[in-house]
């Protein structure tokens, strides 16, 4: 759910925003009952007016609690109107990538595991059914897990989670001002990666789950769709998380910003790296085949 997107693009007012994204969810529930899927609900744009120049990764979000306590409200709003979905539903991710952002990077939150334990009691006050995923910050970085012992949070439905973007320098190349001409397999920022690699900073996630017996989710990856070796990079990571037997999403399908969209592809080859760039394809490209694959090899 994305209503501070909504609200942007066409210029409306973010209140109305909000409930119209509850209708477009109603909808997409709809069509997942339809036909046998599950979801889960992510609402991680939490200030709803785009004009204020004020975000979940601002530190005034965190300074002001009129903006914590408006997200408690919102997601009491959500979590009521779902309740008595059935399997079409799974789960919510309230903030899958915590961070304040910083002119030299970010930091989490000192706040963080509060925030989750008051957001999870307040679904839990409506639903005591659905799962609730937790991340690490910041960034929401399966390395974040280096060190960190969970959240002392008592729950009986309770996922770790991730957002798989493993290198950066890689993934969301020609993204804001990030160079392209980035290779995988390759050296990427002093380290060679490969499928070796991308196991090793899965492992980190994989020994945490080991040591507090805990479901662990992918909620995002991808490669920016111009990455040369974007197809080796997803299947590597794809075939990591299946032996670990996780579940995971892409990201993904018509996402708003064609370099994640699979149904795009490289148009131009021929040219260098840098000067790259793609068109939509629709499924026929390699790693909406490979998707389907995957679907097919994993749906029952």
């Not at 994204?21 to 069509?31: G, K, Q, R, T, V």
């Not at 390395?143 to 993934?171: C, E, K, S, V, W």
């Not at 397999?185 to 492992?203: S, T």
Request: hydrophobic share 35%; charged share 30%; aromatic share 14%.
């Amino acid at each position: 759910m994305k209503p501070v997107i909504r609200a942007k693009r066409k210029n409306l007012d973010p209140k109305q925003c909000f409930f119209d994204e509850l209708i477009w969810a109603e909808s997409i529930l709809d069509e997942c009952k339809k036909h046998g899927m599950t979801s889960v609900v992510a609402f991680n744009h939490l200030v709803l007016d785009p004009k204020i120049k004020i975000d979940e990764k601002s530190p005034e979000f965190w300074e002001d609690r009129k903006y914590i306590d408006s997200t408690y409200s919102m997601i009491n709003i959500i979590a009521s109107r779902f309740k008595n979905r059935g399997d079409e539903l799974s789960a919510y991710e309230v903030m899958g990538e915590p961070v304040i952002q910083q002119k030299n990077g970010g930091k989490t939150p000192p706040q963080l595991e509060n925030f989750f334990a008051n957001v999870l009691q307040t679904i839990r006050k409506v639903d005591k059914e659905r799962w609730f995923l937790l991340s690490p910050g910041p960034w929401g970085k399966p390395t974040n897990y280096i060190g960190f012992d969970g959240f002392n949070i008592q729950d009986d439905r309770i996922i770790y989670n991730a957002h798989m973007y493993l290198p950066d320098q890689f993934t969301h190349q020609g993204i804001r001002t990030r160079p392209k001409g980035v290779e995988y397999p390759g050296r990427i920022k002093g380290e060679h990666w490969d499928r070796k690699m991308v196991e090793e900073k899965l492992a980190i996630m994989k020994k945490f789950q080991k040591k507090h017996n805990c479901l662990i989710y992918i909620g995002e990856f991808q490669a920016a769709r111009w990455s040369k070796g974007a197809e080796v990079w997803v299947k590597d990571v794809v075939e990591v998380m299946d032996s670990y037997q996780w579940s995971w999403s892409l990201f993904a399908y018509e996402a708003g910003t064609e370099a994640w969209d699979p149904y795009y592809d490289v148009v131009n080859k021929n040219l260098p790296l840098t000067e790259w760039d793609i068109k939509k394809v629709g499924p026929s490209t390699p790693l909406w085949k490979f998707m389907m694959s995957e679907y097919g090899k994993n749906k029952n």
